[in-house]
């Protein structure tokens, strides 16, 4: 009888929940909230934890949902801020999936109904939609050409493979039945890609990619911003590469985070190393040239397909600074390479957020024709 009673209940939860942690968030909160309950989500299923704000983003959440709906915690981060509110709010109980979604979040029309259509089957532990860059300036032009391409191709490619390496914050789901079996007590600077090698460490079981459920997420607008973010990303790619020792084991995830290194280092060698090389040192510069517009005719190739993919022609401008911003990148990778694998710094983490000062508000024009 305690069996059925068991299977009953489990048959009973509802079948997705939304969750929001947030800091600082006011100034976008409630456009987050409306745009996921126009997406398909009920208000009485979107959940928000406040990790410690100084500013109004509890009292717009209390507002928008209801103060049953919203929590409260001392600074926690984000990994342990999303820990908590799945036990305040009994998560797990409840609900079958749960969405953990950035707090500057602007779902697509119909991004649940998506997102529950092809939650269907039993191999499916997690889930990633596909993000996309919100218009703004050079930067954010720069990234949604990056995330266009980067998803449409390499990750389609990564989902066949079953090597999803990162969960991305702003569009991942979990199948609550996981969550029990993975430790939100990362000490990660990118709590994403390390609840992600976990599933694939534990054998948890497969991550689905969804591409027609898009999110557009707001992205730096100043180069300062660009480089801290970029640089926390790389440091946590790198914490994860040397705790779950990538490359040290027979598993198929190793070599697709192996291939991802590979590609960024052989990119730079071709920039800095072989171009010149060829140019001055092999005393060929037409071979240097060959080379250089092989290259060059590639990114003008994936940044045409991006422009038309997401229907942002102004994607074409990022081909007039897109080797500068590379460069950039690849910098920006060698620097937490070695600070993380050589220097073996930042084996604890502070209990931070990257959003500070980032934020801003979104025009309604702008939220009105990503949800038309």
Same mark, same amino acid.
């Given at each position: 009888?305690?069996?059925?009673?068991?299977?009953?209940?489990?048959?009973?939860?509802?079948?997705?929940?939304?969750?929001?942690?947030?800091?600082?968030?006011?100034?976008?909160?409630?456009?987050?909230?409306?745009?996921?309950?126009?997406?398909?989500?009920?208000?009485?299923?979107?959940?928000?934890?406040?990790?410690?704000?100084?500013?109004?983003?509890?009292?717009?959440?209390?507002?928008?949902?209801?103060?049953?709906?919203?929590?409260?915690?001392?600074?926690?981060?984000?990994? =342990?801020?999303?820990?908590?509110?799945?036990?305040?709010?009994?998560?797990?109980?409840?609900?079958?999936?749960?969405?953990?979604?950035?707090?500057?979040?602007?779902?697509?029309?119909? %991004?649940?109904?998506? %997102?529950?259509?092809?939650?269907?089957?039993?191999?499916?532990?997690?889930?990633?939609?596909?993000?996309?860059?919100?218009?703004?300036?050079?930067?954010?032009?720069?990234?949604?050409?990056?995330?266009?391409?980067?998803?449409?191709?390499?990750? =389609?490619?990564?989902?066949?493979?079953?090597?999803?390496?990162?969960?991305?914050?702003?569009?991942?789901?979990?199948?609550?039945?996981?969550?029990?079996?993975?430790?939100?007590?990362?000490?990660?600077?990118?709590?994403?890609?390390?609840?992600?090698?976990?599933?694939?460490?534990?054998?948890?079981?497969?991550?689905?990619?969804?591409?027609?459920?898009?999110?557009?997420?707001?992205?730096?607008?100043?180069?300062?911003?660009?480089?801290?973010?970029?640089?926390?990303?790389?440091?946590? #790619? #790198?914490?994860?590469?040397?705790? %779950? =020792?990538?490359?040290?084991?027979?598993?198929?995830?190793?070599?697709?985070?192996?291939?991802?290194?590979?590609?960024?280092?052989? %990119?730079?060698?071709?920039?800095?190393?072989?171009?010149?090389?060829?140019?001055?040192?092999?005393?060929?510069?037409?071979?240097?040239?060959?080379? #250089?517009?092989?290259?060059?005719?590639?990114?003008?190739?994936?940044?045409?397909?991006?422009?038309?993919?997401?229907?942002?022609?102004?994607?074409?401008?990022?081909?007039?600074?897109?080797?500068?911003?590379?460069?950039?990148?690849?910098?920006?990778?060698?620097?937490?390479?070695?600070?993380?694998?050589?220097?073996?710094?930042?084996?604890?983490?502070?209990?931070?957020?990257?959003?500070?000062?980032?934020?801003?508000?979104?025009?309604?024009?702008?939220?009105?024709?990503?949800?038309?």
């Amino acid at each position: 009888m305690a069996r059925d009673n068991s299977v009953a209940k489990h048959k009973r939860r509802k079948r997705i929940a939304l969750l929001l942690p947030a800091h600082n968030e006011e100034l976008i909160i409630a456009t987050t909230i409306r745009s996921a309950i126009a997406a398909g989500m009920k208000k009485s299923d979107i959940y928000v934890v406040d990790d410690n704000s100084n500013d109004a983003t509890y009292d717009i959440a209390v507002k928008a949902l209801s103060s049953k709906n919203v929590l409260s915690v001392p600074r926690s981060g984000k990994a =342990r801020a999303v820990k908590r509110a799945i036990e305040h709010f009994t998560i797990l109980e409840r609900y079958q999936w749960l969405h953990v979604a950035d707090a500057d979040s602007i779902f697509c029309p119909d %991004y649940f109904k998506i %997102y529950k259509k092809h939650l269907d089957g039993t191999e499916w532990v997690a889930a990633v939609g596909f993000v996309q860059s919100l218009g703004g300036n050079w930067i954010a032009n720069y990234r949604s050409f990056s995330y266009t391409y980067g998803q449409h191709i390499f990750r =389609r490619i990564q989902s066949w493979f079953g090597v999803i390496a990162v969960l991305p914050g702003p569009v991942t789901c979990f199948k609550t039945d996981i969550i029990k079996d993975l430790d939100f007590e990362t000490e990660s600077l990118t709590e994403d890609f390390d609840l992600t090698m976990q599933i694939h460490r534990k054998h948890l079981g497969r991550i689905r990619f969804i591409p027609e459920a898009v999110n557009f997420t707001q992205d730096p607008r100043t180069l300062k911003d660009f480089y801290d973010q970029t640089l926390r990303w790389q440091r946590g #790619f #790198f914490q994860g590469v040397r705790k %779950y =020792r990538i490359g040290m084991r027979p598993h198929i995830i190793d070599a697709g985070v192996g291939y991802q290194m590979m590609e960024s280092t052989y %990119y730079l060698c071709q920039l800095l190393i072989i171009l010149p090389l060829l140019a001055l040192v092999g005393h060929n510069p037409q071979a240097a040239l060959m080379l #250089f517009t092989a290259d060059f005719t590639a990114i003008v190739a994936l940044a045409a397909f991006s422009a038309v993919a997401a229907k942002r022609p102004v994607i074409m401008t990022t081909l007039f600074y897109f080797y500068i911003l590379r460069l950039f990148e690849l910098a920006i990778f060698i620097q937490a390479f070695i600070e993380i694998i050589v220097l073996r710094k930042f084996k604890t983490v502070a209990r931070g957020w990257d959003t500070e000062g980032r934020r801003y508000e979104i025009p309604a024009d702008e939220i009105e024709a990503i949800q038309s």
